[in-house]
Each structure stands twice: as structure tokens, then as C-alpha cells.
């Protein structure tokens, strides 16, 4: 192998930068000079100092965990995240280049839109010998509900990737085509943001072409579908498996991004043909869904019955021609590895000419020619399932080199289960390496994944992707399957881009511009999970005051029966929490399922909230093996009050005061009513033992209000009177009831009437008899009445508004 | 032969479960030259908010019941007449086994009844290398692919024994294998799965069994519930056979076919889904009552 000498600009970051007369290179090209795009760039890059550049790439990073960009791996644990593996390097592509690509594979994706009508329409292609038909009958991805049925607004695929290399001559291929739910363009946008906080400089990003025209475009696509020929409104979101998928992220992002609904498949139901969302103001026509979920999951009753995350009727809301998905279900064949050996003949016979950009060269092992070819040439080869349906360097893909033994002998005979694949070489691209041998640019290999979506206008690519980085030193494909990082992909323009103008919204009926996308139902999963979350953040506050309490009395005690410590470990017990830790089982499980509601509506958080969540679960872990009964846990549970306060603080400060802040408010204020109520039952009962309404007054956090108001001891009366009645202490019976009915009475239907809401109608009793009751009238029992009668508040608030 | 049939099937769920959603396959229908459906009633208690009829993939009646308020019980039930057409006896010019892999090398057909549709493993009956053995003991050399079927049957029919203890809906076939023992069901996966070890497309058939058989005949076994046997394909001069490896005999005037599929997830005859945890219970009642003429 020769090494030609690059021509570099003398910057010794390309000092030891190495190139192969066996594969292409992106900095520089086959002669060994430095291809134009990356001139200015690279002249830019080693005119900095190291220090300055570790600072800019720190930046970066710095921004997506400012963001909250992550990646997810599936586990139990609240937070098994990993950070986003960006590459701060860009790969740099001219706008002529990548214009070339993009025509070859708008044709790409036409092709794929046609083998889609027929594989669930007439199938001529395996009825003609186009397509052997065992690939389709006895693909698992092929579904057979859905043949026959005419996708809503005619077209089959709306949302495409292709994973794309090039070869060591220079040219493109396309590696596979991703049709089932390609992922990364929300990813793709993360990446350009973090790159413009590490390159703020004109070039090249002013000479960058930007990504905001392409999402635009989509999503007007989109509503187009969801809303063209119906009668009344309807939304369309986006399905997501859920928080336990690996890019749930992604689904996030691009649901905030878009101003689309975040669904999951329990937010849906259908009736009479007919797609809903579940939402607190009863069930609303859903037009479109683009769905993130694999199609066989999408529906239990017809596809896979074992799906937990499907929605049961939904294929037939497509069979009634009510709802467009995007893809459509089923698309997943199409990404079968098979078909890749037959699509350039496809190709010929449907459109008469030949594939402009070529795939990856292909064997079916089921042609007795091909397999004597794949087998005779298997050092070439990289083999795999004839169904597969992964890219070949996906960590986890079944792929292997021809060369293996085993392989060998499964060839011997016909193998129709197998494909056989050119093992590809990869291009090269600089990746920042800064290790023992120093700060340097390396060449890596890599793949790049274009988007495309169809609009008005047919197919629009978004300008530029995102590249996936491999280990340094191997350019064969399969090498990428030992991970690596990803890279924003730039495509640069001699001349600098606009920025692009957002137009502005025409005028509707009434002559008002609408600004707003965001749509204001309200999934009632959603309205669920703020709820719980707004009770167990309060549940976990109310019990760590209750354990507070008790470790300050231990440590002013050494009696184990003292009558106080025995009195709020039975406060404790009444909660199901054990005094045998100091951060004890119970108290932790609170926050997990605060964190777990929190989990499912990360949509409607800012980053900061679920920091400051994060932040208390980590604190909260850590006690767990450091805190010592007595002052210690004492203080812990101090900290951790601190920070509860904190995340309430971010959190109702910042969440937007609509329904689903309503929610979050009434849990919190439900629970509080709850918990002051069980206070007062336990530390001021008529026979209260000395000291114990001083607890009752830590565990409201009343102390310094009842010095103020009453300078004098406390006494049953003056404690009732603070905790129960009066309307200026926010932890007061009263205040929280007024304040929960001035939300309940803000709940979509409270209006609709002249009576009263079924909650309104359990709050207002309550509400009369602690204005009404004097203090020695509010007896245990009677607080005995008012707990229940909340509990039947949280059962009117789930009937009327969360089912 | 004419039958009067009767089908009742409940349901009881240990919860009121909300938005039930429901797919009955129970339905026959016209098969020309087999069979042909007279009148029929079919009853669902409580009302269903929504009811509605489709024709699936594999051709066979599907209804879709929905109910749109709590319920915690479903009764089903549906009389029906039918009549079984009597079949020309097998033809013996059958395909030799060894053929069979080029003839379907060369069908392009994928129409419904293609065999292409039932060569692959399924969800209900995956490959099973016991089974496979199993199947290539029973087969002798140079033998048709409709006695390979038969024998394969057999085999299975000596294999296992009947009964409606040792396994439920959900069991896999592979257990019911292991056990030796299950309902048509089992044997129905089990010689399904066995059949596409040794290259024969396979299917499974649900339908109806004459309770009380002819004078002089045994009882057969499995009329107390609906019934399930196999459909093998035995290469184009043929096409299809059905078998029924639990009673070990060729499917004739005894048999009413409700709906083919891969394995029992195409043809289940309630394909349910509801919003609610918990248990579900369900009991079934069958008549097939022959009509004299």
C-alpha cells in the first residue's frame, strides 16, 4: 500500500494524517490534495492553538448536555442514559455533490414507493419473476393485513433514510434503505446546533445550508395529510414506543420541534374506524400518525399480538381510509437485504432505466448462480440473512465475513435463507482524536444517512445528515460495527446561504394570523403522569419533613420508647415507611415513581426540571450509603427538602399555565390536603402528647408562622387554626382546597353547565365545613372525613377527565 | 351431509375491562365443491357498540366487535346450517416428496391459497429440530408427498394422547411435543411444524366435527369444542389435502370448515383486546348436529 503525501497546510494536526490508495478520502482527494470545500475551514482550525480548540469542542458538548441530548439503553434504571457520542469534527460536502446524490436517490425513492404499491397491491414483480416470491411470503415484515388496503392520500412513504458510502473510486452507493421508521434526523438537528456552538465562525457556517426548510415543509406535509378532505379538525402525532427506547430522545425533540402531539400507543383508541387521542376533554380525531414505533408492534389484535405498545384497532382505522400513517404499515419490507440484489433489474423493468446512484452489490443465495458466485468469491463478501432487515455495521447486526468456516460450508448447498454483499470499503473522514499520543486529526471511516421527505413538491432532502463514524484504522464496513460517533454533515456553498425567512402565517377566517403550533389537546396520559407526578413529588416532601422529625427527636434521645419517636414512626408506618434505614425503601420509591411520571412527559419539561429531578435522585442514591441515623439523616433530609423545593420551583415556575399545569397543581395541592390532614390526625389528636404539636408544626413547616401569629406556646387551637383554617398559610386545609377548586373549576367542562363539576361538587362540602368549623370542632374523626372525601376527589378528577 | 350447528362461547373478564375490542373468526363460508353455508344468526351479548364483518387475507370471514362502555362478560353465540359436499376420493398420482422443492421453486403465485404462504416457520409454530426428526423418522424413501403427509400424521396420532388437561391456548406447541400429550390444537401445530421440517407447505384449518357420529362409528374425538386439523399442500397435481392428526384420518363429509391460516393466531376464533388488567376466563360449547334428509 502506498501512502501518498498529503498536501497539508503544515499544520501539525495532519502531521500523522495517513491515506490509503485503497480507499477515498473526504479532506483530501486521490491525488492527495486537499478537496476546496475544507480549505478555508482547515486554515481556520490550525491557526488555533490547542488549548483554544479543546475549549470549542468542550463547548459542544457542553450544549447537548445543556440540552439534555441523550442516548437511551434499555434497563430498569431511572438513569441509564449515555451522553450523545458527537464527533466535533463536520464532514464537509459541495452543494454540486451533494445535489448529484440527492437526484439518485430521489429516483431511489420513487422506486421504492412503486416495489411498496405492488408488494401490497397486485404484486407483479414476484408474479413476472422480477422478485423471487419466497422473499415476500416468507418475510416476517411483510404484512398480510395490509394487502389491499389504499393508503390515505394515495402515497405509501412520506419519511425515508438511506445510509450511503463512497467507494474507493470516488462514487456513491447506497448501504441500505431505511423505510420502517428511520431515525437520526432529530438527531441530525441536535448535531447542527451543538456544531454552531463549536464553529461560531463565518465559515463555514454562513455557507452552510440550513435544515429549518426542510422540517417546515414536512410538517406542513404532514398536517396536510392529517387535515385534507375531512369535515372537522384533526391532530396528528407522533407515535413513540416510549421512554424506554433507545431514541426516545429523538421522538422528543422532533415532537417538540414539529409541535406535534407525543403519543403513545394507550393515548389512541379507535372507534367506528375512526383513530382518537385520549385527551382530557374527551376522545379527538386523529388524521396522521407518523409512527416511530416497528409496524408489526402497531397493532396487537392484527399484527403482533403480543405488543404491549400497539394500539388494538388501528390497522383498521387505516382500512377505513380514515387515518394516514407515515410509512405506511408494512413498509419494512422494503429494508429486506434480499431485495437489494434484485432492485437494479426492478429499477430497469418499472422505469426503464437504470438506478443512477447503485447499491451495494448483492447475492441471493437462493439463485444457484449467485451462490456458486458468493461462494467462490467469499473473501469478498460480508453474509448475512437473505431477511435481514439492519445495516450490515449496526452493533448488533447478524453480518459476518464470507471467510468464516461456517459460513463456508453453509454454502455448499443452495441457501436461499442467505445473502452474500460486497464487503464495501468506506471513505475516510478527519476525526479529533486527543489522546496520550497527542491532540490530531485522523482519518475514519464513515457512512452518511440522508432524509428525505415527501412535501407538495415531491421528495425534499434535508441539506445535509448525518455521518456515523467508525474506528480508526479499518475502512471495511463491517469494522463500524464496533461503534465509533457521529458527525453533523455540512453541505457548503460557494457562496453564502441566507438565512431562511419564516413566512409568515396566512390569515384565517377571522382575519388573525395564527402564530401558535402547539396544539392544546391535551393527552390524557399526559394529564395523568403530571398529576402523579405532582403527588408523589408532594408524597416524597411529606414523608422526608415526617423523617426529619424523627431523626432530630433521636438525636435528643436515647430512649427507644420516647413517647414522640414512637409517635412519628407510627406516622411513618401509616405511610408504609420504615425508621430501619435512614433514607429508607419507602422514601426513595417515591421519588422513583415521581421520576418515572416525569419520565413520560419529558416533553412538556425543560431541561432544567429534569436536571434538578435527576440531580434529586442521584443526591438521594448517594445518601442511601452515607447517612447515619440521628443529625446526620437530620441534615440529609434537610438537602433534600432543599432540592425538592428547587425542582417544584423550576417546574411550576416554568411549565405553561394550561390544562396540563392545572393537573400537576391539583395533584400537588390534593396531596398536600392529605397529608396536612394525617398530620393533624397524628399530632394533634385531642390527648396529644407533649411535643408533638411542635411536630405537627415541622411537618407543615408552620413553626415560624405560629410564632408570628399567635406568640405563644402552641396549643390544639392555635395549631388547628394555622394548619386547617387559615386562608393566608398556603399549608393550610383551606387554602389548598379554594386553591383546588379555583383550578377544578379552570378544567375543560366546568363551564359547560350550571352545576357544578363532580369534583366541585366533593370539594365544595369540605371547603363550608372548614370555614364554618371552629378548630375545636375539627375533630380526628371529622379530619378522618376529610381525607376520604379526598380520595373521592382524585377517583371524580380520573373519571372525568384521565380514562 | 347437512348439519345444524350451534356455537356458544363466554367470556368472563375478573374486571369490567373497558373498550373491548374483539375479532371473531366463526364464520363459515361458501368453499365451492366443499361446502356451502345456508342461514346463520349470530348473537353478541352484551350489544357491541360497533359490529362489522371483513374478509382477511387468507379469505376468511372476520368479525369485529367493539364495545365501547365497561363490560366483564361476552356470551357469543351462533347457529348456523351447512352443508358438506362429499370430496372425490384422492387421486394417488402424487408428487413424489423429492419434487416438491422444485415446484415451489417455481410458483409464482401468491394469491391466498398460494402454498408459498405456509412454507415458513410462524409465530405459533416455529421451527423445531425435535419435530423435524421426528417427521424424517416417519418418512420412507421414494414416497409421495401425500403419504408422507398421511404418515406423518400417524406417527403423530401415536405420538400423543388426547387431552384437554395437559395444555391451554397459549401453550406451545413444542411442550405439548414434550408432554406427549394436548388438544387438536397441539396436534395441529405439531404436524404442521413437522411438515415444513420435511419441505411440505402446511396450514391450519379451524372448524366443526359432527358430534355424534354415523351408526356403527365411533365417537371421534374433540366434538365437544371447535375443532382444528391441517392442510398440507402435495404439489400442483393435487394442491391441498386436509388431515386430521388427532382423530388420524383424512378430513371428509365429517368436517365444516370455518377459516385457513398459518397457525392458530390467523384463525383464533376470539382475538380479544381490552383496556383492563386481570384474568380472563372463557367456556365453549359446540353441537354439530346432522339433519336427515
Same mark, same amino acid.
Given at each position: 500500500?502506498?501512502?501518498?503525501?498529503? @498536501?497539508?497546510?503544515?499544520?501539525?494536526?495532519?502531521?500523522?494524517?495517513?491515506?490509503?490508495?485503497?480507499?477515498?478520502?473526504?479532506?483530501?482527494?486521490? $491525488?492527495?490534495?486537499?478537496?476546496?470545500?475544507?480549505?478555508?475551514?482547515?486554515?481556520?482550525?490550525?491557526?488555533?492553538?490547542?488549548?483554544?480548540?479543546?475549549?470549542?469542542?468542550?463547548?459542544?458538548?457542553?450544549?447537548?448536555?445543556?440540552?439534555?441530548?441523550?442516548?437511551?439503553?434499555? $434497563?430498569?434504571?431511572?438513569?441509564?442514559?449515555?451522553?450523545?457520542?458527537?464527533?466535533?469534527?463536520?464532514?464537509?460536502?459541495?452543494?454540486?455533490?451533494?445535489?448529484?446524490?440527492?437526484?439518485?436517490?430521489?429516483?431511489?425513492?420513487?422506486?421504492?414507493?412503486?416495489?411498496?404499491?405492488?408488494?401490497?397491491?397486485?404484486?407483479?414483480?414476484?408474479?413476472?419473476?422480477?422478485?423471487?416470491?419466497?422473499?415476500?411470503?416468507?418475510?416476517?415484515?411483510?404484512?398480510?393485513?395490509?394487502?389491499?388496503?389504499?393508503?390515505?392520500?394515495? *402515497?405509501?412513504?412520506?419519511?425515508?433514510?438511506?445510509?450511503?458510502?463512497?467507494?474507493?473510486?470516488?462514487?456513491?452507493?447506497?448501504?441500505?434503505?431505511?423505510?420502517?421508521?428511520?431515525?437520526?434526523?432529530?438527531?441530525?438537528?441536535?448535531?447542527?446546533?451543538?456544531?454552531? *456552538?463549536?464553529?461560531? %465562525?463565518?465559515?463555514?457556517?454562513?455557507?452552510? *445550508?440550513?435544515?429549518?426548510? !426542510?422540517? %417546515?415543509?414536512?410538517?406542513?406535509?404532514?398536517?396536510?395529510?392529517?387535515?385534507?378532505?375531512?369535515?372537522?379538525?384533526?391532530?396528528?402525532?407522533?407515535?413513540?414506543?416510549?421512554?424506554?427506547?433507545?431514541?426516545?430522545?429523538?421522538?422528543?425533540?422532533?415532537?417538540?420541534?414539529?409541535?406535534?402531539?407525543?403519543?403513545?400507543?394507550?393515548?389512541?383508541?379507535?372507534?367506528?374506524?375512526?383513530?382518537?387521542?385520549?385527551?382530557?376533554?374527551?376522545?379527538?380525531?386523529?388524521?396522521?400518525?407518523?409512527?416511530?414505533?416497528?409496524?408489526?408492534?402497531?397493532?396487537?389484535?392484527?399484527?403482533?399480538?403480543?405488543?404491549?405498545?400497539?394500539?388494538?384497532?388501528?390497522?383498521?382505522?387505516?382500512?377505513?381510509?380514515?387515518?394516514?400513517?407515515?410509512?405506511?404499515?408494512?413498509?419494512?419490507?422494503?429494508?429486506?437485504?434480499?431485495? &437489494?440484489?434484485?432492485?437494479?433489474?426492478?429499477?430497469?423493468?418499472?422505469?426503464?432505466?437504470?438506478?443512477?446512484?447503485?447499491?451495494?452489490?448483492?447475492?441471493?443465495?437462493?439463485?444457484?448462480?449467485?451462490?456458486?458466485?458468493?461462494?467462490?468469491?467469499?473473501?469478498?463478501?460480508?453474509?448475512?440473512?437473505?431477511?435481514?432487515?439492519?445495516?450490515?455495521?449496526?452493533?448488533?447486526?447478524?453480518?459476518?465475513?464470507?471467510?468464516?468456516?461456517?459460513?463456508?460450508?453453509?454454502?455448499?448447498?443452495?441457501?436461499?435463507?442467505?445473502?452474500?454483499?460486497?464487503?464495501?470499503?468506506?471513505?475516510?473522514?478527519?476525526?479529533?482524536?486527543?489522546?496520550?499520543?497527542?491532540?490530531?486529526?485522523?482519518?475514519?471511516?464513515?457512512?452518511?444517512?440522508?432524509?428525505?421527505?415527501?412535501?407538495?413538491?415531491?421528495?425534499?432532502?434535508?441539506?445535509?445528515?448525518?455521518?456515523?463514524?467508525?474506528?480508526?484504522?479499518?475502512?471495511?464496513?463491517?469494522?463500524?460495527?464496533?461503534?465509533?460517533?457521529?458527525?453533523?454533515?455540512? #453541505?457548503?456553498?460557494?457562496?453564502?446561504?441566507?438565512?431562511?425567512?419564516?413566512?409568515?402565517?396566512?390569515?384565517?377566517? @377571522?382575519?388573525?394570523?395564527?402564530?401558535?403550533?402547539?396544539?392544546?389537546?391535551?393527552?390524557?396520559?399526559?394529564?395523568?403522569?403530571?398529576?402523579?407526578?405532582?403527588?408523589?413529588?408532594?408524597?416524597?416532601?411529606?414523608?422526608?419533613?415526617?423523617?426529619?422529625?424523627?431523626?432530630?427527636?433521636?438525636?435528643?434521645?436515647?430512649?427507644?420508647?420516647?413517647?414522640?419517636?414512637?409517635?412519628?414512626?407510627?406516622?411513618?408506618?401509616?405511610?408504609?415507611?420504615?425508621?430501619?434505614?435512614?433514607?429508607?425503601?419507602?422514601?426513595?420509591?417515591?421519588?422513583?415513581?415521581? *421520576?418515572?411520571?416525569?419520565?413520560? #412527559?419529558?416533553?412538556?419539561?425543560?431541561?432544567?426540571?429534569?436536571?434538578?429531578?435527576?440531580?434529586?435522585?442521584?443526591?438521594?442514591?448517594?445518601?442511601?450509603?452515607?447517612?447515619?441515623?440521628?443529625?446526620?439523616?437530620?441534615?440529609?433530609?434537610?438537602?433534600?427538602?432543599?432540592?425538592?423545593?428547587?425542582?417544584?420551583?423550576?417546574?411550576?415556575?416554568?411549565?405553561?399555565?394550561?390544562?396540563?399545569?392545572?393537573?400537576?397543581?391539583?395533584?400537588?395541592?390534593?396531596?398536600?390536603?392529605?397529608?396536612?390532614?394525617?398530620?393533624?390526625?397524628?399530632?394533634?389528636?385531642?390527648?396529644?402528647?407533649?411535643?408533638?404539636?411542635?411536630?405537627?408544626?415541622?411537618?407543615?413547616?408552620?413553626?415560624?408562622?405560629?410564632?408570628?401569629?399567635?406568640?405563644?406556646?402552641?396549643?390544639?387551637?392555635?395549631?388547628?387554626?394555622?394548619?386547617?383554617?387559615? =386562608?393566608?398559610?398556603?399549608?393550610?386545609?383551606?387554602?389548598?382546597?379554594?386553591?383546588?377548586?379555583?383550578?377544578?373549576?379552570?378544567?375543560?367542562?366546568?363551564?359547560? $353547565?350550571?352545576?357544578?363539576?363532580?369534583?366541585?361538587?366533593?370539594?365544595?362540602?369540605?371547603? =363550608?365545613?372548614?370555614? #364554618?368549623?371552629?378548630?375545636?370542632?375539627?375533630?380526628?374523626?371529622?379530619?378522618?372525613?376529610?381525607?376520604?372525601?379526598?380520595?373521592?376527589?382524585?377517583?371524580?378528577?380520573?373519571?372525568?377527565?384521565?380514562? | &351431509?347437512?348439519?345444524?350447528?350451534?356455537?356458544?362461547?363466554?367470556?368472563?373478564?375478573?374486571?369490567?375491562?373497558?373498550?373491548?375490542?374483539?375479532?371473531?373468526?366463526?364464520?363459515?363460508?361458501?368453499?365451492?365443491?366443499?361446502?356451502?353455508?345456508?342461514?346463520?344468526?349470530?348473537?353478541? =351479548?352484551?350489544?357491541?357498540?360497533?359490529?362489522?364483518?371483513?374478509?382477511?387475507?387468507?379469505?376468511?370471514?372476520?368479525?369485529?366487535?367493539?364495545?365501547?362502555?365497561?363490560?366483564?362478560?361476552?356470551?357469543?353465540?351462533?347457529?348456523?346450517?351447512?352443508?358438506?359436499?362429499?370430496?372425490?376420493?384422492?387421486?394417488?398420482?402424487?408428487?413424489?416428496?423429492?419434487?416438491?422443492?422444485?415446484?415451489?421453486?417455481?410458483?409464482?403465485?401468491?394469491?391466498?391459497?398460494?402454498?408459498?404462504?405456509?412454507?415458513?416457520?410462524?409465530?405459533?409454530?416455529?421451527?423445531?429440530?425435535?419435530?423435524?426428526?421426528?417427521?424424517?423418522?416417519?418418512?420412507?424413501?421414494?414416497?409421495?408427498?401425500?403419504?408422507?403427509?398421511?404418515?406423518?400424521?400417524?406417527?403423530?396420532?401415536?405420538?400423543?394422547?388426547? $387431552?384437554?388437561?395437559?395444555?391451554?391456548?397459549?401453550?406451545?406447541?413444542?411442550?405439548?411435543?414434550?408432554?406427549?400429550?394436548?388438544?387438536?390444537?397441539? !396436534?395441529?401445530?405439531?404436524?404442521? =411444524?413437522?411438515?415444513?421440517?420435511?419441505?411440505?407447505?402446511?396450514?391450519?384449518?379451524?372448524? !366443526?366435527?359432527?358430534?355424534?357420529?354415523?351408526?356403527?362409528?365411533?365417537?371421534?374425538?374433540?366434538?365437544?369444542?371447535?375443532?382444528?386439523?391441517?392442510?398440507?399442500?402435495?404439489?400442483?397435481?393435487?394442491?391441498?389435502?386436509?388431515?386430521?392428526?388427532?382423530?388420524?384420518?383424512?378430513?371428509?363429509?365429517?368436517?365444516?370448515? #370455518?377459516?385457513?391460516?398459518?397457525?392458530?393466531?390467523?384463525?383464533?376464533?376470539?382475538?380479544?383486546?381490552?383496556?383492563?388488567?386481570?384474568?380472563?376466563?372463557?367456556?365453549?360449547?359446540?353441537?354439530?348436529?346432522?339433519?336427515?334428509?
Amino acid at each position: 500500500m502506498t501512502k501518498p503525501t498529503p @498536501t497539508d497546510l503544515g499544520s501539525p494536526l495532519l502531521a500523522d494524517y495517513a491515506l490509503s490508495d485503497s480507499v477515498a478520502d473526504e479532506l483530501f482527494d486521490s $491525488s492527495g490534495r486537499m478537496r476546496p470545500v475544507w480549505v478555508p475551514f482547515l486554515k481556520a482550525l490550525s491557526a488555533l492553538p490547542v488549548p483554544a480548540l479543546r475549549a470549542k469542542f468542550e463547548r459542544g458538548r457542553q450544549y447537548l448536555r445543556d440540552a439534555g441530548v441523550y442516548f437511551r439503553q434499555y $434497563s430498569d434504571d431511572p438513569l441509564n442514559e449515555r451522553d450523545w457520542p458527537l464527533s466535533t469534527m463536520p464532514v464537509l460536502l459541495h452543494e454540486t455533490e451533494w445535489d448529484q446524490i440527492c437526484r439518485g436517490l430521489d429516483q431511489r425513492a420513487n422506486l421504492l414507493e412503486q416495489v411498496m404499491a405492488d408488494l401490497y397491491g397486485p404484486g407483479l414483480l414476484m408474479q413476472q419473476g422480477h422478485l423471487p416470491p419466497r422473499l415476500v411470503t416468507e418475510n416476517p415484515h411483510w404484512h398480510r393485513p395490509m394487502v389491499g388496503i389504499q393508503p390515505r392520500g394515495g *402515497h405509501y412513504l412520506h419519511f425515508l433514510a438511506f445510509e450511503i458510502g463512497r467507494s474507493p473510486d470516488g462514487s456513491w452507493f447506497v448501504l441500505g434503505d431505511r423505510t420502517q421508521a428511520p431515525s437520526g434526523a432529530g438527531f441530525a438537528l441536535e448535531n447542527r446546533m451543538a456544531m454552531r *456552538h463549536v464553529f461560531p %465562525e463565518d465559515y463555514p457556517r454562513a455557507y452552510t *445550508h440550513r435544515f429549518a426548510g !426542510f422540517f %417546515e415543509n414536512f410538517r406542513k406535509a404532514l398536517e396536510q395529510l392529517a387535515t385534507t378532505n375531512r369535515t372537522e379538525s384533526h391532530q396528528f402525532g407522533l407515535l413513540t414506543p416510549g421512554r424506554a427506547n433507545d431514541a426516545f430522545f429523538e421522538h422528543l425533540y422532533i415532537a417538540r420541534y414539529l409541535g406535534m402531539l407525543l403519543l403513545e400507543g394507550e393515548d389512541i383508541v379507535v372507534q367506528n374506524g375512526q383513530a382518537m387521542v385520549r385527551t382530557i376533554d374527551g376522545p379527538v380525531p386523529l388524521g396522521l400518525l407518523w409512527r416511530r414505533i416497528d409496524s408489526n408492534f402497531a397493532d396487537p389484535l392484527e399484527l403482533d399480538p403480543d405488543s404491549q405498545i400497539g394500539v388494538p384497532g388501528l390497522v383498521d382505522a387505516v382500512r377505513s381510509g380514515s387515518l394516514a400513517m407515515v410509512n405506511a404499515l408494512g413498509s419494512g419490507v422494503l429494508e429486506t437485504r434480499a431485495l &437489494m440484489a434484485f432492485l437494479p433489474r426492478i429499477c430497469q423493468q418499472l422505469t426503464g432505466a437504470p438506478l443512477e446512484m447503485p447499491n451495494i452489490a448483492t447475492w441471493w443465495c437462493g439463485d444457484e448462480s449467485a451462490r456458486a458466485y458468493v461462494r467462490d468469491n467469499m473473501d469478498r463478501m460480508m453474509i448475512a440473512p437473505a431477511l435481514a432487515v439492519d445495516l450490515p455495521f449496526d452493533s448488533n447486526s447478524e453480518t459476518v465475513r464470507g471467510a468464516e468456516p461456517e459460513i463456508v460450508d453453509l454454502l455448499d448447498t443452495p441457501a436461499p435463507d442467505l445473502v452474500g454483499q460486497e464487503a464495501v470499503s468506506l471513505s475516510t473522514t478527519p476525526a479529533w482524536v486527543d489522546d496520550e499520543n497527542g491532540p490530531r486529526l485522523t482519518p475514519c471511516p464513515m457512512t452518511v444517512r440522508v432524509f428525505t421527505a415527501r412535501t407538495e413538491k415531491g421528495w425534499q432532502f434535508l441539506q445535509g445528515g448525518y455521518a456515523r463514524i467508525g474506528p480508526e484504522g479499518d475502512a471495511n464496513a463491517l469494522a463500524m460495527q464496533r461503534g465509533g460517533s457521529v458527525a453533523d454533515v455540512q #453541505i457548503i456553498s460557494d457562496r453564502p446561504v441566507p438565512e431562511p425567512t419564516v413566512p409568515k402565517a396566512a390569515p384565517d377566517a @377571522t382575519g388573525v394570523r395564527r402564530v401558535r403550533t402547539e396544539s392544546a389537546a391535551l393527552p390524557s396520559r399526559a394529564a395523568d403522569n403530571l398529576y402523579w407526578l405532582g403527588r408523589y413529588i408532594v408524597r416524597f416532601e411529606e414523608a422526608a419533613r415526617l423523617l426529619r422529625a424523627y431523626h432530630l427527636r433521636l438525636a435528643v434521645t436515647d430512649r427507644t420508647d420516647d413517647a414522640l419517636l414512637t409517635l412519628i414512626a407510627k406516622a411513618l408506618k401509616a405511610v408504609d415507611i420504615s425508621v430501619d434505614a435512614p433514607i429508607p425503601a419507602g422514601l426513595r420509591d417515591r421519588l422513583f415513581a415521581a *421520576h418515572g411520571c416525569a419520565s413520560k #412527559i419529558r416533553d412538556r419539561f425543560s431541561p432544567d426540571g429534569w436536571d434538578a429531578l435527576n440531580d434529586l435522585v442521584k443526591t438521594t442514591r448517594q445518601m442511601v450509603d452515607t447517612a447515619t441515623p440521628g443529625d446526620d439523616a437530620a441534615r440529609a433530609m434537610s438537602v433534600l427538602l432543599r432540592k425538592t423545593a428547587g425542582f417544584s420551583g423550576i417546574v411550576t415556575e416554568n411549565i405553561y399555565r394550561f390544562y396540563g399545569w392545572r393537573f400537576l397543581s391539583i395533584g400537588r395541592a390534593l396531596e398536600r390536603t392529605d397529608s396536612l390532614a394525617a398530620a393533624l390526625q397524628h399530632f394533634a389528636p385531642e390527648d396529644a402528647p407533649e411535643g408533638a404539636l411542635e411536630v405537627a408544626l415541622a411537618v407543615a413547616d408552620g413553626t415560624m408562622s405560629h410564632r408570628r401569629r399567635y406568640a405563644l406556646e402552641p396549643t390544639r387551637d392555635s395549631v388547628v387554626d394555622l394548619l386547617a383554617h387559615d =386562608t393566608g398559610n398556603p399549608r393550610s386545609l383551606l387554602f389548598q382546597i379554594r386553591e383546588m377548586q379555583r383550578l377544578a373549576e379552570d378544567l375543560p367542562g366546568a363551564t359547560l $353547565s350550571a352545576r357544578p363539576t363532580a369534583l366541585v361538587r366533593e370539594l365544595l362540602p369540605v371547603r =363550608t365545613q372548614l370555614e #364554618i368549623l371552629s378548630p375545636e370542632a375539627l375533630t380526628t374523626a371529622v379530619l378522618g372525613d376529610i381525607r376520604t372525601a379526598v380520595a373521592r376527589m382524585s377517583d371524580r378528577l380520573a373519571e372525568a377527565h384521565l380514562r | &351431509m347437512r348439519y345444524d350447528i350451534t356455537l356458544n362461547i363466554d367470556y368472563r373478564y375478573s374486571h369490567p375491562t373497558d373498550r373491548t375490542r374483539n375479532l371473531l373468526r366463526i364464520l363459515p363460508h361458501d368453499l365451492p365443491g366443499t361446502q356451502v353455508i345456508g342461514d346463520w344468526t349470530l348473537a353478541l =351479548t352484551p350489544r357491541p357498540s360497533e359490529q362489522a364483518h371483513f374478509t382477511d387475507f387468507f379469505g376468511n370471514t372476520v368479525t369485529s366487535a367493539v364495545w365501547h362502555y365497561p363490560i366483564d362478560a361476552v356470551q357469543i353465540s351462533l347457529s348456523l346450517q351447512a352443508e358438506r359436499l362429499r370430496s372425490d376420493p384422492f387421486l394417488s398420482l402424487a408428487a413424489p416428496l423429492s419434487r416438491l422443492g422444485q415446484d415451489l421453486a417455481a410458483l409464482r403465485d401468491v394469491s391466498a391459497r398460494s402454498p408459498l404462504h405456509f412454507t415458513a416457520a410462524s409465530r405459533r409454530t416455529p421451527a423445531h429440530a425435535g419435530m423435524g426428526d421426528f417427521a424424517r423418522a416417519a418418512l420412507r424413501p421414494g414416497m409421495s408427498a401425500a403419504d408422507a403427509v398421511r404418515a406423518i400424521g400417524r406417527a403423530i396420532h401415536r405420538h400423543m394422547e388426547f $387431552s384437554d388437561k395437559a395444555t391451554d391456548v397459549d401453550t406451545p406447541a413444542a411442550v405439548a411435543f414434550e408432554k406427549r400429550a394436548g388438544v387438536c390444537q397441539d !396436534f395441529t401445530h405439531i404436524m404442521i =411444524t413437522c411438515l415444513r421440517a420435511v419441505g411440505i407447505p402446511a396450514g391450519y384449518v379451524s372448524g !366443526f366435527l359432527r358430534t355424534f357420529p354415523p351408526p356403527g362409528k365411533e365417537k371421534l374425538v374433540g366434538v365437544d369444542a371447535m375443532h382444528a386439523w391441517v392442510c398440507a399442500w402435495v404439489g400442483p397435481e393435487i394442491g391441498w389435502l386436509e388431515f386430521d392428526p388427532t382423530n388420524n384420518q383424512g378430513v371428509g363429509v365429517d368436517y365444516v370448515t #370455518i377459516g385457513y391460516g398459518r397457525d392458530y393466531d390467523d384463525v383464533a376464533p376470539v382475538c380479544g383486546a381490552m383496556r383492563s388488567m386481570g384474568d380472563q376466563s372463557s367456556k365453549q360449547s359446540v353441537d354439530v348436529a346432522e339433519v336427515a334428509d
